[in-house]
């Protein structure tokens, strides 16, 4: 089985990403050192403190966090980090080449009761103007040079792209490495799957709890198909499904809160998984447009998220655009 380096050698990916990857590999082993020792490392449990989003920390985010940060500044192709779980970016080397936004820990509520969780990364070239701090990182997804995540569950897997389909890695908890598990990921475009916190259908629009009724209908409604649903309550392990074998994932518009009217972070949640999805032939959007064409204007932006096979995500974007019919008075 081929290993992590000479794949991405293969692939001719450029050294200074290899090293990138290399070191996001070093992280993720370590990361995923302390998850399976659990309650035996002493790292379960949440800490007192809030993140910048106002969430509770768990202390595994905040040993994550640290653990990316210190070991990715001291790569000198890492120009500056932007994580979840820091208000501002932290600046690294001048002279590196890439950018690395991550959200450390995904779906860290997952922790304590021993289910999955996982690491998202997205690497953006460093821009070689003048532009400096958070400027640095606004841009949009399509400028991605690699993307991906590391799924910590019964086995620890490594998932990206570099813009050539989507690698599968899984680590060899024998050796300690990596190994190339599945080339080329692909969606089916057509799908009997869709996740979604249904316990949020109250708050959503219209359009989408038409859609949803719809799905729910099953194969006496006008699908004419029945549909089941799946909901991990992280990102990386619902979109790791969705890239499998195919569904469709969707955080959508919620008017709980009117000023931020959606959950999922654009530039360390909604791009690099927007184009893992593209890579693997499926469609990722926010119900307005294409999730990698937003123009950032935060490190923190959120969106909302519909991704997955291609066919279901275009029907789902067809119900919120108005242009198809719903079964219940809305
Ligand atoms: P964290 O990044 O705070 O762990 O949140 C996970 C997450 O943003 C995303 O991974 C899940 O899809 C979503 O939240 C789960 O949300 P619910 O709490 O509504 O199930």
Redesign the pocket.
């Known amino acids: 089985m081929q290993r992590l380096i000479p794949t991405l050698r293969r692939d001719h990916v450029e050294e200074g990403l290899i090293s990138v990857i290399n070191t996001l590999q070093i992280c993720a082993k370590e990361i995923s050192f302390r998850l399976h020792q659990g309650e035996l490392a002493g790292v379960l449990g949440s800490t007192l403190d809030e993140?910048i989003?106002g969430?509770t920390q768990?202390k595994l985010?905040v040993l994550a966090n640290q653990l990316l940060k210190d070991i990715l500044l001291e790569n000198s192709h890492i120009r500056a980090v932007a994580s979840?779980e820091e208000e501002g970016i932290v600046d690294g080397h001048t002279t590196g080449d890439y950018l690395v936004a991550f959200?450390p820990?995904?779906?860290?509520?997952?922790i304590d009761i021993n289910s999955m969780?996982?690491t998202i990364f997205s690497v953006l070239p460093a821009p070689k103007d003048d532009r400096q701090g958070v400027d640095l990182f606004l841009q949009p997804g399509t400028n991605q040079l690699m993307a991906g995540y590391v799924l910590y569950g019964p086995s620890t897997m490594l998932v990206f792209t570099t813009g050539n389909g989507v690698r599968v890695f899984t680590l060899d908890q024998k050796v300690g490495e990596f190994l190339l598990t599945d080339e080329d990921l692909e969606i089916p475009a057509d799908t009997c799957e869709f996740?979604i916190?249904m316990?949020?259908y109250r708050h959503w629009q219209p359009q989408m709890r038409a859609y949803i009724d719809d799905l729910l209908a099953g194969d006496t409604g006008p699908r004419c198909k029945n549909f089941n649903m799946r909901?991990?309550?992280?990102?990386?392990?619902?979109v790791h499904r969705v890239l499998c074998r195919g569904g469709l994932?969707t955080?959508p518009w919620d008017c709980r809160m009117p000023n931020k009217p959606y959950?999922?972070?654009l530039m360390y949640?909604g791009n690099p998984m927007a184009w893992l999805v593209e890579q693997a032939g499926g469609v990722a959007h926010t119900g307005e447009q294409r999730i990698l064409d937003i123009e950032p204007t935060d490190i923190h932006q959120r969106i909302g998220v519909i991704l997955g096979s291609a066919n279901e995500v275009n029907t789902c974007l067809e119900y919120l655009q108005g242009s198809q019919s719903a079964t219940t008075d809305v």
């Open positions: 993140n989003q969430e768990k985010d979840e959200d820990l995904d779906g860290s509520s997952n969780v996982g996740a916190n316990s949020n909901w991990i309550a992280a990102m990386v392990a619902d994932f955080y959950k999922l972070r949640e």
